[in-house]
């Protein structure tokens, strides 16, 4: 298996303007978790999935942002309208399931808004 | 309020010494911890975990201790490589329910 697929692997887009980012999670994988990395922040997961439903959304920032699963081998997470403080490295996770918590990661799509 | 703790933000090692990372939690209900360690440009890697049940777990060059009373864990690897230069990142769960990640340490392997 391929791993966790993300793209675009870089972003970079003016304020205002909507961004979408991609996964692909393993194939067989139930659980899906986007998180975004920041200096300031660390690590913080934004919302997961289990089944393709939302379970958990309570990380996302704002309504600015939106994540869907439309079915089990994709997600996007959405941010409309981007602002410069959304810069971050966004990760999307999967695993086997909610219960099992050793997640496999992407390689991540860095956001630059300016 | 952080729930995950990593009071250093980077360590520096020798090669071939011990390098030791610390994390504190404040939440008594996790229970299971993992490590995850980040290159630059890629993202985190699973390294090793521990439940509340143990107190220790070891895998190779690398084990983590579990302080359950002073909610307190860290990961020793011994001996330390160039190769283990990274981001560590210590992570929290509740039942597999909620994962909360320290901010990280870089540790830095010297030859």
């Known amino acids: 298996d391929a791993g966790v697929i993300q793209s675009p692997r870089h972003e970079v887009t003016e304020m205002g303007q909507e961004v979408t980012l991609r996964c692909k999670p393993i194939?067989?994988?139930?659980?899906l978790f986007w998180y975004r990395q920041t200096m300031m922040r660390g690590l913080e997961l934004l919302i997961y999935f289990n089944n393709n439903v939302p379970i958990d959304d309570s990380g996302m920032p704002e309504d600015r942002f939106s994540a869907k699963m439309p079915n089990a081998s994709f997600s996007t997470l959405k941010i409309q309208p981007s602002e410069p403080r959304d810069s971050a490295v966004y990760f999307c996770a999967s695993s086997l399931s909610i219960t099992n918590t050793e997640a496999f990661f992407g390689q991540g799509t860095r956001l630059t808004v300016v | 309020d952080q729930q995950v703790k990593q009071n250093s933000p980077s360590l520096s090692v020798q090669e071939g010494r011990i390098s030791i990372l610390n994390c504190d939690y404040t939440n008594s209900m996790f229970d299971y911890f993992l490590w995850y360690k980040k290159y630059p440009a890629e993202g985190p890697t699973f390294l090793i975990s521990?439940?509340?049940?143990?107190d220790k777990n070891e895998d190779g060059r690398f084990t983590v201790f579990l302080n359950k009373s002073a909610k307190h864990l860290s990961l020793h690897i011994v001996p330390s490589q160039p190769g283990d230069s990274a981001v560590y990142f210590c992570a929290a769960s509740d039942r597999g329910q909620n994962f909360v990640f320290g901010p990280g340490t870089r540790l830095s392997v010297l030859p």
């Open positions: 194939s067989g994988h139930n659980s």
């Open positions: 521990i439940s509340s049940i143990k």
